[in-house]
């Protein structure tokens, strides 16, 4: 009776542990991602309002890597590091650059692309965008970006538009009420090669460069930021990546 009642004992505290166990692997593998869905063709949000873009891809990807189980959550960029620090979601993947500032209030996983900044503008028509060049122009930026901050810091002398989201400041540019758009290189490539930016191009060399894009998470997320480094590593290393990028560029944006 006691060997049974010691096997019983043993059956027991084994379910136990199953349990914890289980539970603990459960909550590691939920995982809901934070992003724009209005930064094409990087985040944006299709005729079924399903979340894609590259952003979404390699977030997928990640999960995939890690054996996570992933949700997407649908955020505007003004209140994204709020709605992070609030636990709406556990990681921002909507291609925020690594910034000194930002990292005051989030950390940072290694870089998944790198960017620079680049002027767009109408096509036969010349804009100098030098500091001089844009006195008196009408450029527009999307708020709370690197570009706007950029163009308050470089370009103070140009009446500068600031926009809640890129896609209204494409809008205002096609419509005429813009000279010209600062914004990241490759979301500009993406737009002058859909129908709506043909009539547009690029405009002088890209005035900031080695820009770091990364995903961020919340102060002491250490486990999730090194899992998340890890599956970098791993996509890069086993040509996942490669696959995503060529999907939306015919050059590594790595």
């Known amino acids: ?20 166990s289980a539970g603990s692997a459960d909550a590691a ?3 809901r991602i934070g992003t724009e869905g209005a930064y094409p063709p990087f985040n944006e949000v299709d005729a079924n309002g399903e979340l894609q873009g590259f952003d979404v891809d390699i977030a997928k990807a ?3 890597s890690m054996g996570a189980d992933c949700t997407f959550v649908k955020q505007d960029w003004d209140g994204i590091i ?8 556990d990681a921002i993947v909507a291609s925020m650059s690594i910034t000194e500032e930002r990292k005051k209030a989030v950390d940072f996983t290694e870089h998944y692309y790198t960017n620079k900044l680049q002027f767009v503008g109408k096509k036969g028509m010349s ?32 009446n ?59 102060k002491g997320q250490d486990d999730l930021r090194t899992k998340l ?20 560029f015919p050059f590594s944006i790595y």
């Open 229 to 248: 480094n890890k599956a970098i590593k791993d996509i890069v290393a086993n040509g996942t990546y490669a696959k995503i990028n060529a999907k939306y």
């Open 29 to 31: 593998e939920k995982l």
């Open 127 to 158: 804009l100098d965008v030098s500091a001089a060049g844009l006195k008196g122009k009408t450029i527009g930026a999307q708020r709370a970006t690197i570009s706007g901050d950029w163009l308050e810091k470089n370009r103070a002398d140009a």
């Open 160 to 218: 500068i538009k600031l926009y809640d989201t890129q896609e209204n400041a494409y809008l205002d540019l096609a419509s005429g009420r813009l000279d010209g758009i600062l914004a990241d290189a490759f979301v500009n490539y993406g737009w002058l090669e859909s129908a709506a930016g043909k009539g547009f191009e690029f405009k002088g060399k890209p005035v900031f460069e080695n820009d770091f894009i990364g995903i961020a998470v919340r």
């Open 62 to 64: 990640l999960c995939a």
């Open 82 to 89: 709020p709605a992070l620090q609030k636990r709406k979601f």
């Open 1 to 20: 009776m006691k060997f049974t009642h010691h096997l019983k004992g043993m059956a027991i505290a084994a379910m136990t542990v199953f349990a914890i």
